[in-house]
């Protein structure tokens, strides 16, 4: 079982043009999609969608319609009383594939909110094969709080991932290895964030990469999963380190992407492969998703890991 923790969940509202976006134009849209999402959203929708039972924990009033619509997909939805509304984030997305977000805050948290999903994650801890802490907080929430959930829920038995940016991220990597969980999702700009390296270098080099992802599992965590969009991902753990090519693929959307990928490197995980098939499954879920629209997220059958080439990257301690 994955259960999910979405702290700022969102309706994702996708809106998809028929001719590349102009600042100042009046376009029209070829369609508008709207969806219950958010990071930890995604990855339990992939999970029923491949049969391995998910819990969404997340902040809502019981009775949203965001809730009902997770329900009626099959997700095991417990949310956490909050009064304010959720945010709704936009995408527009282009022929070619460029995708344009415009996220909201979302509404301020209270200490009483925080504390009620922890304490949903804790009563799940021993019995989840992972705890997934994915996306930004909430305005309200303390930038440690990934970083205490990480401490607090290693200490119930807990197998954690975590998916997070800008100083959510920075206040996780601060803290390690007090606050190592056992796999990081960071992108390149994000790697580059706490590593002072080029984001497009990171992004383009999977040596580099690898590299930069190592000084996390130096500090304590187990593996990372770092996503480069078009050039794959890295995988790097005590073990090695292994890049992944995806294969070609016409982009629609690449919203979800990262999501689905870090929903198949815990899905190989669950099945018990080894870590370069963690990392074809891992890349083979993020490029079906990005060949579909919106936050589509894809169906065991739409992908494909025997078309993923994997490599060793064999670093030397030097690097």
């Known amino acids: 079982m994955i259960v999910t923790l979405?702290?700022?969940?969102?309706?994702?509202?996708?809106?998809?043009?028929?001719?590349?976006?102009?600042?100042?134009?009046v376009q029209r849209a070829e369609s508008v999609t709207s969806q219950a999402g958010g990071k930890g959203?995604?990855?339990?929708?992939?999970?029923?969608?491949?049969?391995?039972?998910?819990?969404?924990?997340?902040p809502a009033p019981k009775d949203d319609p965001f809730v009902l619509e997770l329900l009626a997909a099959g997700i095991d939805c417990r949310p956490v009383a909050h009064a304010g509304g959720l945010r709704v984030n936009v995408t527009i997305s282009e022929p070619d594939?460029?995708?344009t977000k415009l996220n909201s805050p979302g509404p301020t948290v209270t200490a009483e909110v925080l504390l009620a999903l922890t304490e949903a994650l804790r009563r799940r801890a021993g019995s989840a094969d992972w705890i997934v802490l994915a996306g930004s907080l909430p305005p309200g929430a303390p930038v440690e709080w990934y970083a205490d959930l990480v401490a607090g829920l290693r200490e119930y038995g807990a197998r954690l991932?975590?998916?997070?940016?800008?100083?959510?991220l920075?206040?996780?990597?601060?803290?390690?290895?007090?606050?190592?969980p056992q796999l990081m999702k960071p992108n390149g700009e994000e790697l580059a964030s706490f590593t002072g390296g080029d984001p497009d270098v990171l992004e383009s080099?999977?040596?580099?990469?690898?590299?930069?992802?190592?000084?996390?599992?130096?500090?304590?965590?187990?593996?990372?999963?770092?996503?480069?969009?078009?050039?794959?991902?890295v995988l790097v753990t005590t073990d090695g380190a292994w890049h992944a090519t995806p294969p070609p693929t016409s982009v629609v959307s690449t919203v979800g992407a990262g999501d689905s990928s870090l929903f198949g490197y815990l899905l190989g995980d669950i099945q018990g492969r080894t870590p370069d098939q963690r990392l074809a499954l891992a890349v083979a879920y993020g490029s079906a998703a990005a060949g579909?629209?919106?936050?589509?997220?894809?169906?065991?059958?739409?992908?494909?890991?025997?078309?993923?080439?994997?490599?060793?990257?064999?670093?030397t301690q030097g690097g």
């Not at 920075?170 to 190592?180: E, I, K, T």
């Open 6 to 25: 979405t702290p700022n969940p969102s309706i994702d509202r996708t809106v998809a043009l028929a001719a590349r976006l102009e600042r100042g134009a």
């Open 41 to 58: 959203v995604n990855i339990s929708r992939a999970s029923i969608s491949a049969g391995i039972p998910s819990i969404a924990v997340l």
């Open 97 to 99: 594939g460029t995708t």
């Open 161 to 168: 991932a975590v998916d997070t940016s800008e100083g959510p």
């Open 170 to 180: 920075q206040a996780l990597v601060d803290r390690l290895p007090g606050s190592a």
């Open 205 to 233: 080099d999977p040596e580099a990469a690898a590299l930069a992802a190592r000084t996390l599992v130096e500090r304590g965590v187990d593996a990372v999963l770092a996503t480069l969009g078009p050039h794959g991902a």
């Open 292 to 315: 579909l629209p919106g936050t589509t997220i894809p169906h065991p059958s739409q992908v494909k890991p025997e078309l993923v080439s994997v490599r060793d990257l064999n670093l």
